[in-house]
């Protein structure tokens, strides 16, 4: 399958290392480079606003999903292709799920962990079969990533679940992991040790 859209997932804080905030800026201008469309959460602010200004400023395309009361505090990014206000968190997720081929994950918070979380949950019990890649800038992810060997080493969640995303440390490996080849799909009695 060709990756047309990437959904990506990250913080809105602007108080964050400027490290991060070239990422952000790195992955928007490759989006926009190979004409990927991006799906992201609306905002202005922190690596969503930024991420979204590299894709415009590259000449891509963008969609922002965000909620009402999110919107309603001014967060909303006003220059994208086209913006979509939904009514709550549920729905604007569902929608970036949607509307994308491919997820990837920059740095973020507590935010970012339940949307990564939830979509490769969705790809534990065979939802879906797009790849999620996350951009590992400076480490970030690598706490993320022992937690999960913890809870495979503990039986929580069977070995092949490393499968269900990728890592990449630089725009090269994120493109490379995104259009690699998907292993195959698990099955619930895998899940669920049957």
Avoid at 72 to 88: F, K, N, R, S, Y
Avoid at 90 to 99: D, I
Avoid at 131 to 151: K, R, S, T
């Amino acid at each position: 399958m060709t990756i047309q859209s990437v959904c990506v997932y990250c913080g809105s804080s602007n108080r964050v290392d400027g490290v991060y905030k070239e990422a952000a800026l790195a992955v928007g201008t490759a989006l926009a480079e190979k004409k990927i469309h991006l799906v992201y959460g609306g905002g202005h602010v922190g690596l969503m606003g930024l991420v979204s200004d590299a894709v415009l400023a590259g000449g891509g395309t963008v969609t922002g999903i965000i909620p009402e009361h999110i919107r309603a505090h001014e967060m909303q990014h006003t220059g994208l292709t086209e913006l979509i206000v939904v009514d709550d968190m549920h729905t604007r997720k569902n929608l970036m799920a949607e509307k994308a081929d491919a997820f990837v994950v920059l740095p973020g918070g507590f935010g970012t962990l339940d949307e990564v979380f939830e979509i490769l949950t969705w790809k534990q019990l065979g939802l879906h079969a797009k790849p999620v890649v996350f951009f590992n800038v400076h480490g970030f992810w690598n706490p993320a990533f022992q937690l999960i060997e913890h809870i495979i080493g503990n039986k929580f969640a069977p070995a092949d679940n490393h499968d269900l995303f990728a890592s990449a440390g630089s725009i090269e490996d994120m493109f490379a992991a995104l259009n690699a080849a998907p292993p195959l799909p698990h099955t619930l009695e895998e899940k669920w040790g049957q």
